[in-house]
């Protein structure tokens, strides 16, 4: 393997990784707060996608451009799933709360599959195909704009978070749910904020793979276990673990395809997987709970 | 004396209603209606709607029974069950995937039911010896032969890698592709399996861009064709001719993305504008209908229908009879000479002669067998 054939997957990694991890951050906002681990996370995903094919098709708003109306509508879907559905198994036995989400998601996919056909849907953009030259490396300007969305949009949540007085109280629910009620803070709230957010992030993350991928109702599941791999491996309920894993396994992903061959890469991925577990359970960044 | 005479009322009873509607004929039909392989079934679908039409014109009239696999190749098998033994067809056109038909293939001799193969490619279906499979289309070795018979009539490329992916159809075309590489010569220099429907193939290809290979050949279903291409032009990866081995690289999606799929060559069982009897025709009665433009898939079934209720209703919805009936007839329609015969490692397989077609200017053209030829083709690639 020659250095430019390194540096050319090794970059193509971090970007695609940098989607991968926007994924991993809704899912693992979700966790933190309420101790739900969300499998309609890829089908929330999935409904995201189609906005952007929608308003793109339909509007012709540019899919980067999109997010703008996509994160609002994605946030008050999930607000919505979190007060009608998720807010009634909180506290509940984990299995039915696994059972209600993969519910959901079935729900989610099989309406889409009614409303949108299971035809393939490709968005073509003036850029689906376009790249800039580094030398002999060449990078992909879709994946490079959705990578710097994706540094902005999680810098501003970690403010949030970190900053604010709604950030502060999201995390106290995370980490004490009953302290946090007692000191005031109406808990059923910031669960609905957090789910919000999270299916936000999995909607613009869908968004932002749009141009350069294809929708299909069934497109989801793929990506609730690639979410959930990412954020078991930064460690559940760290933003910046789940940002830290998926662009592991965006390079583990690319340069294992080159280093020893495409079809083996997926292994290489769930080695990685296993041997952090077995080191540090608690995932990279992750704090042993109790 | 008395049980002769039950006997004889009995047979003629039995024999009546066949007798009165002499040429009404029930066919089975196995296909992917739902599930990841339906947006290709849908010709299928269609394809035998249409001969469907033109079989009552003949004065044919087909009991349909529609069967959906989904794709998967247990539902196939009980469906089949199902067609041979609860609803006594004569004879079963299907199933669309090479996963489906292989394993129906195997269980035609078992209950008599002729069975004929439309549009899938792996080879065991048709070499294992069946007497009552028979096949219309070509196999998946033909998929490869071709194409690189269509570039050495062009230039002298020396190396070719491959990508494909890890399914039936994938791994049984790359391999007699290399087979018939190695015949005439051609130097493998990338072997790379992918997982269907994976959103990055960066890495791969800028692996076999390092390699500067003459060709690329592909085999791959549906979007993942597109994803290749788009990909392959961002990194830069200019071979002398992609080759894509018919699926993903003969839908009307690839033909739009019109960046990226120009001057690809593709493999296909058929084409419109070839020489064969009703091809034209068959394509505007189709567009006409049903707004889109048929694959191959379409053309196949279409013919595939015909020549099962043909040869059922001559032969009275007889099954074994039916079964001599295809082993002994000939056809000519829209896909051309039709004559299932014995060659090589095959059995009452068609020899069907593929066509390599490749996107100039938006436009499938069929560029080889040369007699074939619209136009002339395009060779070294280059981006649009």
Redesign the interface.
């Known amino acids: 393997?020659?250095l430019?054939?390194f540096l050319?997957?090794l970059i193509?990694?971090i970007l695609?990784g940098g989607v991968y991890a926007l994924i991993g951050i809704g899912l693992t906002i979700i966790f933190g707060v309420m101790r739900v681990i969300n499998f309609a996370h890829g089908d929330i995903m999935m409904v995201g996608m189609y906005l952007t094919f929608y308003l793109f098709t339909l509007f012709h708003v540019d899919p980067f451009v999109s997010i703008v109306i996509t994160i609002p509508l994605m946030f008050l879907f999930g607000a919505f799933l979190q007060k009608v559905f998720i807010n009634r198994i909180i506290g509940t036995l984990p299995q039915n709360q696994i059972l209600l989400t993969i519910g959901l998601g079935l729900i989610i996919s099989n309406s889409a599959m009614l409303a949108f056909t299971?035809?393939?849907k490709?968005l073509?953009t003036s850029y689906?195909?376009?790249?800039f030259?580094l030398g002999e490396i060449?990078i992909?300007q879709p994946l490079t704009a959705s990578f710097i969305i994706t540094v902005v949009i999680t810098a501003i949540l970690y403010w949030f978070l970190m900053k604010t007085d709604t950030g502060q109280a999201i995390r106290a629910t995370a980490q004490d749910r009953e302290a946090a009620q007692l000191m005031g803070i109406n808990v059923s709230r910031m669960s609905m904020l957090a789910f919000g957010i999270g299916a936000a992030m999995a909607g613009t993350a869908g968004a932002l793979?749009s141009p350069?991928?294809?929708i299909f109702p069934?497109v989801g599941s793929?990506f609730t276990l690639k979410a959930f791999v990412i954020t078991v491996l930064g460690g559940m309920g760290s933003i910046v673990g789940a940002t830290l894993g998926g662009i592991i396994i965006g390079i583990v992903?690319?340069?294992g395809?080159?280093a020893i061959?495409?079809?083996w890469?997926?292994v290489l991925v769930f080695a990685i997987f296993l041997l952090v577990l077995l080191v540090k359970p608690s995932g990279l960044l992750g704090r042993s709970r109790m | 004396m008395m049980k002769r005479v039950i006997g004889m009322t009995l047979a003629v009873m039995l024999a009546l209603p066949g007798m009165s509607m002499a040429a009404k004929v029930k066919i089975g039909f196995i296909n992917t209606i739902?599930?990841?392989e339906?947006?290709i079934g849908e010709n299928l679908t269609n394809g035998v709607a249409l001969a469907v039409e033109d079989l009552k014109k003949k004065g044919i009239d087909v009991d349909l029974v529609k069967e959906d696999d989904t794709g998967k190749p247990e539902k196939s098998l009980s469906a089949f069950e199902k067609l041979a033994t609860r609803d006594n067809v004569a004879g079963v056109v299907g199933p669309y995937t090479s996963a489906c038909a292989n394993a129906v293939a195997s269980r035609a001799d078992q209950y008599k039911v002729p069975l004929l193969v439309p549009a899938a490619a792996k080879e065991e279906i048709t070499q294992k010896g069946y007497k009552y499979v028979f096949r219309l289309n070509a196999p998946a070795d033909v998929y490869s032969s071709v194409l690189m018979d269509a570039v050495l009539t062009l230039g002298k490329p020396k190396t070719i890698a491959y990508v494909y992916a890890?399914t039936d159809f994938g791994i049984s075309t790359v391999k007699t592709a290399k087979e018939y590489a190695k015949k005439i010569g051609l130097k493998e220099v990338a072997d790379?399996?992918?997982?269907k429907?994976?959103?990055?193939?960066?890495?791969?290809l800028?692996?076999i861009k390092?390699l500067n290979p003459d060709l690329v050949f592909m085999v791959s279903y549906?979007?993942d064709a597109?994803?290749l291409?788009?990909?392959s032009?961002?990194?830069?990866l200019t071979p002398k001719a992609f080759l894509g081995a018919g699926a993903g690289f003969t839908t009307d999606?690839f033909l739009?993305?019109k960046?990226?799929s120009n001057l690809v060559f593709s493999s296909t069982q058929w084409t419109e504008d070839v020489n064969w009897p009703g091809a034209k025709d068959f394509y505007k009665r189709y567009k006409a209908k049903y707004h889109k433009e048929p694959t191959y898939h379409a053309a196949c079934a279409y013919e595939a229908m015909i020549i099962m209720a043909e040869t059922a209703a001559k032969n009275g919805g007889n099954r074994d009879k039916t079964r001599a009936g295809l082993k002994s007839g000939s056809w000519n329609g829209i896909m051309g000479q039709v004559k299932f015969v014995d060659y090589g490692k095959f059995n009452n397989q068609n020899n069907h002669e593929m066509l390599v077609q490749q996107i100039q200017n938006g436009q499938y053209e069929t560029v080889y067998p040369t007699k074939y030829k619209t136009r002339a083709p395009i060779y070294p690639f280059r981006w649009k």
């Open positions: 393997m020659t430019s054939v050319q997957s193509s990694g695609i299971s035809d393939y490709i073509t689906s195909s376009g790249s030259k060449s992909s793979i350069t991928y294809y069934q793929a992903e690319s340069v395809a080159v061959s495409s079809d890469k997926d | 739902t599930g990841a339906a947006p890890n790379e399996k992918y997982q429907g994976a959103p990055d193939f960066r890495s791969t800028t692996k390092a549906e979007v597109i994803t291409m788009r990909q032009k961002e990194i830069g999606q739009k993305q960046d990226v």
